[in-house]
């Protein structure tokens, strides 16, 4: 079980929001790379970050930092980046400075075609970030709530060719109240590609009860406020999370 230590960009600083609120952001660093050294240092197999401005905009706002954050882990620890991927070029772009995994999420609802060609174009390096809410589908920045189902959607993108699913309950992210475990466990087991939990980690315990599902298609989870905040200590629950995968 990977546990996935998040950085959220927003103006070149690293900050965490809550229900993806850009106006609700709390600023918890302004130096990234500082952060990104500080989880890999702590044990992180695998760093996520998201350009925040960029998800906005549309294209990418946040280049300079991440730029420097690969420059600094990318060759010690996998970077997976979300926000503002819209296009091929902007990929190959990532890819060339040393990213390891790009995530489309609003693009591939709005897009789908777009999703198939990066899935075509870069094998294994895709996934696709699923944002749900009451199990549909939301974008633009969760401000609208679609007709897609989660899981239907899901199984479509699977047959592109992703390399796996990121699953948000809007609901739990950054609300530090637990991990939509149910729900989760649900798309897992619907599809044959890995989920990747996020929104609403929060201690140990919920470590515990993703490790208990790990088998049901659950490779990792992504953390941010409750590391930031201190409710977690990272590296004792990735040592957790090791342990309990080994058991």
């Known amino acids: 079980m990977l546990l996935i230590p998040a950085i959220d960009l927003k103006d070149g600083q690293c900050v965490r929001l809550k229900q993806g609120v850009m106006s609700d952001a ?9 952060v990104a050294l500080h989880w890999r240092d702590q044990g992180a197999r695998r760093l996520h970050l998201v350009d925040l401005n960029g998800a906005f905009a549309g294209k990418p706002k946040n280049l300079s930092v991440i730029r420097d954050i690969l420059a600094a ?3 010690d620890m996998p970077v997976q ?5 819209r296009d091929l070029d902007t990929i190959e772009k990532y ?7 790009v995530i489309i999420g609003t693009a591939a609802v709005k897009n789908p075609g777009f999703l198939h060609d990066a899935c075509d174009a870069f094998p294994g390096q895709v996934i696709v970030g699923l944002d749900a809410k009451d199990g549909m589908v939301a974008i633009d920045g969760w ?10 959607l899901a199984k479509r993108f699977e047959d592109y060719g992703v390399n796996s699913v990121i699953y948000t309950d809007i609901g739990r992210d950054g609300m530090m109240n637990g991990v939509n475990i149910d729900a989760t466990v649900k798309l897992a087991q619907a599809l044959t590609v890995p989920v990747i939990a996020s929104g609403g980690l929060t201690d140990l315990e919920d ?9 049901e298609g659950i490779e990792g989870a992504i953390t941010g406020r409750a590391i930031y905040e201190g409710s977690i200590d990272f590296a004792a629950a990735q040592d957790l999370a090791d342990e309990l995968s080994e058991a």
């Open 81 to 85: 980046l979300g926000g503002g991927i």
């Open 73 to 75: 882990v990318g060759d």
């Open 95 to 101: 890819f060339d400075l040393g990213l390891k995994y």
């Open 207 to 215: 470590v515990r009860k993703l490790c208990e599902v790990e088998a």
């Open 143 to 152: 401000a609208k709530v679609t007709s897609h189902n989660v899981i239907d």
């Open 26 to 34: 709390t600023v918890f660093s302004d130096d990234p790379v500082k």
